[in-house]
């Protein structure tokens, strides 16, 4: 059950007792034969309620009974009795101390069942049971006070002072006891995959569901802030640790004000007790389970203070393994605190990011730092502690390539770029080249110190500093460039044989072109595009990082024309048209995306250059992005239609594309067209069945009034698709039990949101749903193919159906709809602000409306003319259809089926005659 509970039975506890030489009279046989009235009685009688030493010799008794745990059947008659004994000895009566002591023991062990069922009947007063054992702590805090002098006194003082200390330590045991209870695999319930620790964060033991119950850690705190005793303070902390893996208990020692505390006892121990491991340990568990509430917590400058004190210590004299393992752990900490952006400039003020700076820099660039006396400045400004001639004058302890010193280097490094989002810590890293020396563990011939490190190492290193500078190129690009950046991680990227530390190089190099013209245009003089264009033409390299040079080649010559010159000349223009190809199947990687970036490198390296246009086109890349076309999923024929509407400006281009067949359907690209168009009038949802349009005055996006009260009687008025979201909105989060709604209209659509979101997930099949789901509402491709249609005049090879027909007049009329949408809305705008335009700014407005509006009805009629036409067809071919049917019974008539004399039809050829001549149905 993972309960306090043994499953040892009461026979195997008398046969402890069953020593003949007992007194029988004294203590009982067995542990349920105890009578707890007798030993209230003896505490509440008014007779013997002051015999004190009585009461200590029957609890003690009790105990010795059951020395090996308490019965489950007896919690309530002993949470009666441990509050009496409690609220004694608060009162004055310290010789019930020893049985406090004895009493507190048994506690830790676990409780017995005489049934199975005994844990369901007397569990819950189990978080009574361990609060008034931790009540104890209230009354047993250290003396603050000095001994007096009388040497009698005195004696009654140390008496007393060391019966606290020892009920202290063993309210410490049981509570550890209590926490450690439970925790392994066979006691844990695990799902599948599903690691131990997690396990425990997310639901767990019982005995921590009972500590969180009963509310310990209150308790726990107030004595642990003013504990002195070492053996208390070391049991304390690992009931601490145990507690702090689940985590509404993480979340407990964090709002109890614990952590401080914990900083406290680290500070007090620096390097010389095992508490240091101890306590880190807490703190990390803390920040994992609780990291709003602990980063908040340890995010005061006395804190980072004392974090910087340690790390003082630890780097200066820190020596043995335990040391270091304190200070990666410390690192770890530091690592947490730093994600949480308020902290961080605490780190430049407090001088802890000046002593991390000085052992995450190169030995070099470290001497450099203390002949310049930077270091120093730290120090007169008070934001180090005094260095001393044994200090970091003398470089402090060497980080070589150990384990340990690896780690700390990894550690440091990552906690150090993220600072640099702050101002101050930028400023400080800037001044210590903390770019610089990250770039020099990725130059091909390594410094000095890196000489005798292993490949492996090298490529640890290299790693790390490339996963660093990939923040510290966004916080401060100037270094970056002014370090020649761009030409160290260029050279990395050509010499590297590794594929993560190409990755990772090609990452960086993603986010740095980003940072502005000058870093394409520097990385174009030192040759990147061709080296690019080479990475990507190796087949062998995995898809991402051919999917990140795409990415990379079409930031750089995007308004470049250098850097586009440049993909020519390497001939990236036929690179790229061989990879313009949607087929999924042919590998596990991700396709989408890797095309996405083809085409995108299409756009900027290709598109807008005339010279790479007549070679694409020369090479059939016009044609490869229709096949593609056809086959992509929607956000990549989204890409492509773009693309194609910046081409079409090449007239070759636009002769080109009204030339192109499908090699599947054999449609023509405008046909194709005009179906992507109809797709997003159908997302739209302004098309009628017959396909005309519905709204004159929203032509592209019919609005139609829809009230939706919600719980306050607030209205919604929206476009058709959006009431329709919101409707089913509404609807569903009814249904799943969605939040209620509150009073302000914000927050109602906010709520009715989030509803639709739980309820998108869940039911997926609904229409609205799938629009969704589809992004049919996030992007509208109709003005890209009115681009397209419009640079080849709207003609085609090929005969359109009534329904291409109608849609075609519709993109005739785009520009013109937009403008009539414009300025409904203007109308619209100006109504809601209570403006009133000047006479002449108010005619402007309406004969502008009315012009548009004439022609969207103009467009209309001419759309229901064509509706009418295909009815027509419809009926003539249902006509023919039925005339075929009459033709073949007639048929049958003069000529029976099989030629059967018995055929069943024979002689029948008349009656089918008058059936079909008397059908009302037929036509």
């Known amino acids: 059950m993972g309960s306090p509970v043994s499953p040892r039975s009461v026979e195997k506890l008398a046969a402890t007792f069953s020593d003949p030489n007992r007194d029988r009279m004294a203590i009982p046989h067995a542990p349920d034969e105890v009578n707890f009235g ?20 029957a609890i003690r008794k009790l105990c010795k009974v059951c020395c090996n745990g308490f019965l489950l059947q007896h919690l309530e008659p002993l949470v009666d009795l441990l509050y009496l004994a409690v609220d004694r000895f608060a009162q004055g009566q310290d010789l019930l101390a020893q049985a406090l002591c004895d009493f507190t023991r048994v506690a830790s062990q676990p ?61 410490a045991h049981t509570l550890a006891c209590w926490a450690r209870f439970g925790l392994d695999e066979e006691s844990v319930e695990l799902l599948p995959n599903q690691p131990l620790i997690q396990a425990v964060a997310d639901s767990g033991t019982p005995n921590l569901r009972i500590l969180r119950q009963s509310n310990v850690m209150d308790a726990v705190s107030a004595s642990f802030r003013s504990e002195d005793s070492p053996e208390s303070i070391v049991i304390t902390l690992g009931a601490i640790r145990d507690m702090s893996l689940y985590r509404p208990l993480a979340c407990q020692i964090t709002n109890c004000g614990l952590i401080s505390n914990l900083v406290h006892v680290i500070r007090v121990n620096l390097l010389g007790s095992d508490v240091l491991l101890v306590a880190a340990e807490v703190l990390w568990n803390v920040l994992e389970l609780d990291w709003d509430g602990a980063t908040e917590a340890l995010g005061q400058e006395e804190v980072i203070e004392s974090f910087r004190d340690f790390m003082y210590a630890v780097l200066t004299r820190g020596y043995r393994f335990k040391d270091k393992i304190f200070r990666n752990d410390m690192m770890v900490l530091l690592m947490y605190i730093s994600k949480r952006v308020e902290n961080r400039s605490l780190f430049a003020s407090t001088g802890l990011m000046s002593l991390l700076l000085s052992y995450a820099v190169s030995a070099a660039r470290r001497k450099e730092l203390q002949a310049s006396g930077i270091l120093e400045e730290q120090q007169d400004a008070k934001l180090l502690p005094d260095l001393g001639d044994d200090g ?78 990939f923040q510290l190129v966004q916080y401060m690009p100037d270094a970056f460039m002014d370090a020649d950046g761009n030409s160290t991680v260029l050279q990395l990227l050509q010499a590297t044989r590794s594929r993560e530390v190409q990755k990772k190089s090609l990452h960086l190099l993603q986010v740095a072109v980003r940072m502005g013209q000058a870093f394409a245009e520097k990385l174009g003089q030192l040759g990147a595009v061709g080296t690019l264009v080479e990475l990507f033409t190796d087949k062998d390299n995995p898809m991402t990082s051919r999917q990140m040079c795409a990415s ?15 993909f020519r000349k390497k001939d990236g223009v036929e690179a790229m048209r061989d990879e313009v190809i949607y087929r999924p199947g042919d590998t596990t990687d991700n396709h989408l995306f890797y095309s996405l970036c083809v085409v995108d490198c299409i756009w900027n390296a290709v598109v807008g250059t005339r010279k790479n246009e007549i070679r694409f086109l020369d090479a059939g890349g016009l044609f490869a992005l229709l096949d593609c076309l056809e086959v992509a ?25 009204t030339q192109w067949n499908s090699q599947v359907t054999m449609k023509g690209a405008l046909r194709l067209l005009l179906e992507l168009w109809q797709s997003e009038q159908q997302a739209a949802r302004n098309l009628a069945p017959d396909g005309v349009i519905q709204d004159l005055d929203q032509p592209l996006n019919p609005r139609t009034a829809v ?39 914000s927050a109602n659509r906010t709520t009715v949101t989030k509803g639709f979101e739980r309820a998108s997930a869940t039911a997926q099949e609904h229409q609205g ?6 992004d049919g509402g996030e992007q509208d491709s109709r003005a890209k193919i009115y681009s397209v249609l419009k640079c080849i005049g709207f003609e085609c090879q090929e005969t359109l159906s009534i329904a291409e027909r109608q849609q075609m007049e519709l993109v005739k009329l785009y520009p013109m709809a937009v403008e009539l949408e414009m300025w409904i ?8 602000r209570g403006i009133k335009p000047v006479s002449a700014d108010r005619q402007w407005i309406t004969d502008s409306v009315s012009e548009r509006k004439d022609q969207a009805a103009w467009v209309q009629s001419l759309q229901r003319q064509l509706a009418a036409e295909r009815q027509r067809e419809e009926e003539a071919g249902l006509d023919r259809f039925y005339k075929d049917l009459r033709g073949r019974a007639q048929i049958q008539r003069v000529t029976p089926p099989n030629g059967y004399p018995d055929d069943p039809l024979e002689g029948r050829g008349d009656e089918w005659s008058d059936e079909w001549s008397d059908d009302p149905d037929s036509p």
């Not at 698709?721 to 009073?743: C, E, I, P, W, Y």
């Not at 749903?769 to 589809?774: C, G, I, M, P």
């Not at 809305?825 to 809601?832: D, F, I, N, R, T």
Request: charge should be neutral; hydrophobic fraction near 35%; glycine fraction near 4%.
């Open 825 to 832: 809305k203007v109308q619209e705008s100006l109504a809601s």
């Open 38 to 57: 007798s030993i209230m009685e003896l505490m509440t009688s008014k007779y013997t309620v002051d015999l004190v030493d009585r009461h200590v010799a």
């Open 769 to 774: 749903s799938r629009w969704l789901k589809n």
């Open 633 to 657: 999923p929607m956000i990549l024929k989204r890409q492509i239609i773009g693309c194609l509407a910046d081409l079409m400006e090449y007239k070759k281009a636009a002769k080109l594309f």
């Open 111 to 171: 409780f017995v069942s005489c049934k199975t069922s005994d844990m369901i009947t007397y569990g819950h007063h189990l978080p009574a049971f361990v609060k008034g054992i931790v009540s104890v702590l209230s009354y047993t805090s250290p003396p603050s006070d000095n001994p007096p002098a009388d040497p009698e006194a005195k004696a009654q003082w140390e008496h007393k002072k060391t019966m606290s200390e020892r009920l202290r330590i063993e309210v």
């Open 552 to 566: 990379i080649l079409a930031t750089m010559c995007k308004e470049c024309p250098a850097n586009a010159r440049e």
């Open 707 to 745: 009230d939706m009260e919600d719980g306050d009687g607030s209205t919604i008025t929206s476009t058709s698709h959006l009431a329709t979201k919101f409707r089913h909105a509404k609807n569903f989060a009814d249904t799943l039990g969605g939040q209620s709604v509150q009073s302000s209209p």
């Open 392 to 469: 970091l004058k003398k470089g402090g302890i060497p980080i070589v390539n150990t384990q340990e010193d690896m780690e700390f280097r990894t550690l440091i490094w990552g906690t150090l770029a993220r600072c640099c989002s702050s101002d101050d810590c930028a400023r400080l890293a800037v001044k210590c080249d903390l770019v610089q020396s990250l770039l020099e563990c990725l130059n091909p011939e390594p410094p000095v110190e890196q000489q005798k490190w292993s490949q492996e190492q090298r490529r640890k290193v290299q790693l790390e500093a490339l996963s660093a500078l």
